[in-house]
């Protein structure tokens, strides 16, 4: 079974700092791996994906991540943080053969300080 | 290109009554998948929906139940309401012959049951 962990709940920035979001997943082979950013009330936005290729994935809004298999992680980087990118976010998992069926973490809320 | 549309934005319920909820695909895509977010949570899947049929579920009661019409939009029904079925109910559609693609989503129907 697939599944996702994000052991951060909660984390708070400064303006213009950077900012990593970490996400573990458990998949027996190489899964396609998803991040998607959520506001408030709001439905999913796809931030970056990664299927295979380079493991270091570009995406919208200046966000980026690293798959690295070793450590079972698909961590989200971005290098100076907007007062636009507080949300919460989610790092979700599914299987090559049935992509379309997502496991999702629980979520990291990001407030970004002035 | 409206993307994948939900109705209705927001819903409220009484325990023990039924709901339906709509969904209409991003155009050219074939496949739904719904998804339920409860408060603080990431999404779960509860069913997946392609050529009418369903193609996966996932850990959700018989309450829980589906359809996909020819045009591929998809319905929702949940019967017997009970108060922990409040939630928003997400809605992705994606092209099960492209598999390098990824599930967009809609912006939810925020369900209340009271």
């Known amino acids: 079974a697939q599944s996702v962990t994000q052991p951060d709940i909660h984390i708070t920035v400064s303006e213009g700092a950077s900012l990593e979001l970490r996400c573990n997943y458990s998949y027996g082979a190489t899964p396609y791996l998803f991040w998607y950013v959520q506001s408030p009330g709001q439905g999913l936005q796809l931030l970056l994906k990664y299927f295979s290729g380079d493991t270091l994935v570009q995406g919208i809004k200046g966000f980026e991540a690293e798959f690295k298999r070793s450590q079972s992680s698909f961590n989200l980087r971005k290098p100076s943080v907007h007062w636009s990118d507080a949300a919460e976010y989610f790092c979700a998992v599914g299987a090559p053969s049935n992509d379309y069926k997502l496991s999702f973490g629980a979520g990291t809320t990001v407030t970004v300080r002035a | 290109d409206a993307g994948v549309t939900q109705s209705p934005t927001h819903l409220i319920k009484t325990r023990g009554q039924q709901v339906t909820l709509r969904c209409s695909p991003k155009?050219?895509?074939?496949?739904v998948s719904w998804y339920q977010q409860a408060l603080g949570q990431g999404p779960q899947f509860i069913f997946q929906y392609y050529e009418e049929e369903e193609r996966q579920r996932g850990n959700f009661p018989d309450r829980f139940s589906g359809h996909q019409f020819p045009n591929y939009s998809s319905e929702l029904n949940v019967n017997a309401l009970l108060l922990g079925d409040s939630a928003l109910y997400l809605c992705a559609s994606s092209n099960v012959r492209d598999s390098n693609t990824e599930a967009f989503f809609g912006q939810g129907t925020r369900l209340t049951v009271v």
């Open positions: 155009s050219g895509h074939d496949t």
